[in-house]
C-alpha cells in the first residue's frame, strides 16, 4: 500500500507518496481534492471489494457505518443537528440491564448508539431497503464488545400477525415508509408481528424494557396494541414520536366539516394516550407532560407534541 502524507507549507502543503514530493498544493486546491476524493467514494462505493466505511461519533458512543448516500445524514447526525434530544433520553433511561425494542430502526441511527447501553437490543424495520442499509451498517460493527447485542428484525409491528402492506413516498428507505402509504409510491407486502406477542414468544414481559416507537403515523391505528403492551408491561419505559401531521391528512381526506375534522383529531389522540392514564409522561426536554393541556391544543389549534416518554408505573 501507497504511504500518502501531506506536509506543510505557506500557500498550503505538499503531497508526499512514498517519500517522494508529486505535487504543491494550494490551501484551496486541497480542500477541491478532498470534496472530489469523498463525492467519488460515494458514487463508486458499490463498486470497491471493501464496504467503505466512516466512524461517527456522538456523546462519547463511537459506531461505524457504510459510506452511501446517506452520509450527509449520518455527518448531520454527528453534528447533533438530528434529534439530540433522542440520544439523551437514551442515555437517561437505558440502562445495562435494560432490554432495548426499536420500532421503526430505519438504517440504524439509533439502534447503533443504544445497543451500546442496552443488554439486547431487537431492531424491528420493514422497509426492504432501509433493512439493508441497516444489515450492513450493523455488520460493520462486528468487532464490537456490543455487536452480538443487537437482534435485527425484517418486520413491521402492527395490530396482528402475518402481512401487512407498506409503503414508501419514493422509492423507500428514507426513513418515511409507513402502512399509511400503502397505495402510494413504492410498496411492499412484509411480515408483521403483533407487539405483545412477539414479546411473549421472546418471553421479553418482565424484562426491563425500553422502548422507542417511531412509525410515521401508524401509531395512532395501535393504539389498542400499544394499550395492551403498556398493560402488560407497566415497567416499561415507552418513548413514542408522534406524527399528527400526517394523522391531519389521514383525516382531512376522510371528514368533512371543520369540527368533524377537530373532534376526529382530539379523539385518536384521547384513545392513543388512553393506555397511559396511571403512568407519568414527560415531553422529549424532560418536562413534564400535561395531557389535558395537550388534548385541549389539539381540539383548539389542531396540534399536537410530536413526541412522549412514558415513565413506569
Known amino acids: 500500500m501507497q504511504k500518502l502524507k501531506i506536509t506543510k507549507k505557506n500557500s498550503g502543503g505538499i503531497l508526499v507518496v512514498d517519500d517522494s514530493e508529486v505535487a504543491e498544493l494550494t490551501a484551496t486546491e486541497m480542500l477541491s481534492m478532498a470534496e472530489s476524493m469523498r463525492e467519488f467514494v460515494i458514487e463508486n462505493a458499490g463498486d470497491f471489494d471493501r464496504t467503505p466505511k466512516r466512524k461517527i461519533g456522538i456523546n462519547q458512543k463511537e459506531f461505524f457505518v457504510a ?3 446517506f452520509l450527509p445524514f449520518w455527518e448531520s447526525l454527528e453534528r447533533k443537528d438530528w434529534e439530540p434530544e433522542t440520544f439523551d433520553i437514551f442515555d437517561k433511561f437505558i440502562r445495562p440491564d435494560s432490554v432495548f425494542l426499536d420500532i421503526g430502526g430505519w438504517i440504524g441511527s439509533t439502534a447503533l448508539y443504544g445497543a451500546q447501553l442496552a443488554a439486547k437490543t431487537y431492531v424491528f424495520e420493514p422497509d426492504p431497503i432501509a433493512f439493508a442499509e441497516l444489515e450492513q451498517n450493523v455488520a460493520l460493527n462486528r468487532e464490537t464488545a456490543w455487536h452480538g447485542r443487537i437482534q435485527l428484525q425484517n418486520v413491521a409491528i402492527a395490530g396482528h400477525n402475518g402481512e401487512l402492506e407498506i409503503g414508501a413516498h419514493g422509492d423507500g428507505g428514507d426513513s418515511m415508509s409507513s402502512a399509511l402509504l400503502a ?4 410498496s411492499w407486502t412484509v ?12 418471553n421479553l ?6 422502548c422507542k416507537m417511531d412509525i410515521e403515523g401508524f401509531e395512532y391505528d395501535l393504539a ?15 418513548f413514542i414520536s408522534l ?13 368533512k366539516g371543520f369540527m368533524a375534522k ?3 383529531f382530539y379523539r385518536r389522540h384521547k384513545m392513543l394516550f388512553s393506555a397511559f392514564k396511571h403512568r407519568k409522561l414527560e415531553h422529549v426536554n424532560g418536562k413534564p407532560f400535561k395531557l389535558k393541556k395537550e388534548l385541549t391544543k389539539a381540539l383548539v389549534t389542531g396540534d399536537f407534541s410530536k413526541g412522549v416518554v412514558v415513565l413506569p408505573v
Open 191 to 202: 411480515k408483521s408481528f403483533e407487539l405483545v406477542s412477539f414479546l411473549k414468544s421472546e
Open 205 to 210: 414481559e418482565s424484562e426491563s424494557l425500553f
Open 183 to 186: 397505495e402510494k409510491g413504492d
Open 224 to 238: 389498542d396494541s400499544i394499550a395492551e403492551f403498556a398493560a402488560l408491561c407497566p415497567q416499561a419505559h415507552i
Open 243 to 255: 406524527h399528527p401531521q400526517f394523522l391531519i391528512r389521514e383525516i382531512d381526506s376522510t371528514r
Open 262 to 264: 377537530r373532534l376526529a
Open 67 to 69: 459510506v452511501t448516500g
